[in-house]
């Protein structure tokens, strides 16, 4: 079992950043893909980012493309979400989320292990 633990949301203005950390539990978190996605009140989960297992790897959605970047600290188990030039539509709960060995990152049906979500609002 691979758990999942997201930090760093919160409130902020247009225009301004925010980071997230996922922390997974664990001793093979270099063998994971890890992934982001977020759900805003009223409407479908969406895809965010992903980054590999093999760290070579990322992924953007076309709405962050540009804004955010995701990287991992193998060393620390932990994935982190920088998100820059926040606009009020990025307002939503992201969940982290890892599948191991995973190559096709954008499906939320192939992750198996995900966290409790992390409240982002931006305020215009």
């Known amino acids: 079992q691979v758990q999942l633990v997201e930090s760093g949301g919160g409130l902020v203005q247009a225009g301004g950043s925010l980071r997230l950390a996922c922390t997974a539990s664990g001793r093979y978190f270099s063998s994971l893909t890890m992934g982001w996605f977020r759900q805003a009140p009223g409407k479908e989960r969406e895809f965010v980012a992903a980054i590999s297992w093999r760290g070579g790897r990322t992924d953007y959605a076309e709405s962050v493309k540009g804004r955010f970047t995701l990287s991992r600290d193998n060393a620390k188990n932990t994935v982190y979400l920088e998100m820059a030039s926040l606009k009020p539509e990025d307002t939503a709960v992201y969940s982290c989320?890892?599948?191991?060995?995973?190559?096709?990152?954008?499906?939320?049906?192939?992750?198996?292990?995900w966290g409790q979500g992390t409240q982002v609002t931006v305020s215009s």
């Open positions: 989320a890892a599948a191991f060995f995973l190559g096709a990152t954008m499906g939320e049906q192939g992750y198996d292990y």
